[in-house]
């Protein structure tokens, strides 16, 4: 790292990996092995659910938002690694996206927009991979060895050197969730589900506003063949232990919970099932 250079704020992980086998400590090693004293290196969570690249995009673009500017975001949920899809990066002033090419980045690239015009890299240049380069493995061979480069330089400018730009409109993007008012009725569509079982749903209170439902009044979520009233409360706290509540989450979205229970294993409900939501007369 140049004198002038500053070390990124922090260096993140993000993967379907789970904590079970040695993966994730690998994308650890490979980045601390180039990256300066003092940076951290952060895991934001290694339990997204198998190949599941919504559910991941979910997750990173709800958390990036909280890092500072000056990070390196590593992110993979790859069902497609070893196939023709890219390797990409995507810098937004100095903020720094890794990953595959399906759709993973693309929400958190939108949360992030303020921040700069997007400036995506194909990581097409192999003498700054890992080698061998495993098919299977592009965590370790190609992603992470990318993140070291950047954090042994501290610059984002670096990308030009190690990978080609290509026009930021082609990157792979995801369907949006489901999320529009049809008269008195919101349409929309499970967004995540955490592990307290707490259902997070793809709208929220500018929405119940326009159906007019005030806090404290009783929704209907409907889906497939039912319909389930659910009062609109502040917290867990705002109904008795075991019974469901719909409130606005710590995102800005309606979820739907259960006090001191597991709200999606009572309804039987997972991410991207449509969903209804009226106002009880």
């Not at 994730?24 to 092995?33: C, I, Q, R, S, T």
Request: with cysteine.
């Amino acid at each position: 790292m140049s004198e002038s250079a500053q070390p990124f704020a922090a260096v993140t992980f993000l993967t379907d990996y789970g904590l079970d086998d040695g993966y994730v400590a690998v994308l650890h090693g490979v980045v601390a092995g180039s990256a300066p004293p003092g940076t951290r290196l952060m895991d934001l969570s290694h339990t997204i659910a198998p190949g599941d690249i919504r559910h991941g995009a979910a997750v990173l673009s709800a958390a990036l938002p909280y890092f500072p500017h000056r990070s390196v975001h590593v992110a993979v949920v790859d069902p497609g690694v070893g196939t023709e899809r890219r390797a990409v990066a995507v810098a937004l002033g100095e903020t720094v996206l890794i990953g595959p090419d399906n759709g993973l980045l693309c929400w958190a690239l939108d949360a992030l927009a303020h921040r700069g015009e997007a400036r995506a890299y194909e990581l097409d240049r192999p003498e700054f991979h890992r080698h061998p380069t495993s098919a299977t493995f592009h965590g370790r061979d190609i992603f992470a060895p990318i993140a070291a480069e950047l954090a042994g330089s501290g610059r984002v400018d670096r990308l030009a050197e190690v990978a080609t730009e290509v026009p930021a409109e082609s990157l792979v993007r995801l369907a949006p969730p489901r999320n529009e008012v049809r008269g008195e009725q919101i349409v929309t569509e499970v967004r995540t589900v955490d592990r307290f079982g707490n259902v997070q749903l793809a709208t929220g209170a500018a929405e119940l506003e326009r159906i007019g439902a005030p806090l404290g009044s009783t929704l209907v979520l409907s889906w497939s063949d039912q319909r389930q009233p659910l009062p609109y409360g502040m917290t867990f706290g705002s109904v008795p232990v075991g019974q469901l509540v719909a409130f606005i989450d710590s995102a800005g979205l309606l979820a739907v919970a259960v006090n001191a229970g597991n709200a999606a294993r009572l309804l039987d409900v997972r991410p991207g099932a449509a969903v209804g939501i009226t106002l009880q007369e």
